[in-house]
Nanobody
């Protein structure tokens, strides 16, 4: 089954920057609401950022002002620019697409149990 494919993770020093990408296909990408989630080892998956059909963005409080979500609908790629990273940002990052035109990261978080197949995610490790 087609999945979204995350990439761009790696090791980054605290205070540094990293850009994640999420590549989709006709079956998996949407110009509606898409978002990034992360899973810290031993914890539940949590919402990080979302972007809707009009390009309106929303963020979890713990990344607000540091991360930026964007998308290129023509290329079917979702991005997450991570700036001023901290050790607490160390996690596996996943992307997801919702069958909605409009919504926020809170919307995506509520829909979390409904997302079927996840990609492998991309590991981000912040070194101190």
């Amino acid at each position: 089954r087609a999945k979204l494919v995350e990439s761009g993770g790696g090791s980054v020093p605290a205070g540094g920057s990293l850009t994640l990408s999420c590549t989709g296909s006709e079956d998996t990408y949407t110009d509606g609401v898409m978002g990034w989630f992360r899973q810290i080892q031993g914890k539940e998956r949590e919402g990080v950022a979302a972007i809707d059909a009009d390009g309106k963005t929303s963020y979890a409080d713990f990344v607000k002002g540091r991360f930026v979500i964007t998308k290129d609908n023509a290329k079917k790629i979702l991005f997450l620019q991570m700036n001023r990273v901290v050790a607490a940002d160390t996690a596996v990052y996943f992307c997801a697409a919702a069958d909605l035109r409009y919504g926020t990261i809170s919307t995506m978080a509520r829909l979390l149990p409904t997302f079927g197949t996840w990609g492998q995610g991309t590991q981000v490790t912040v070194s101190t």
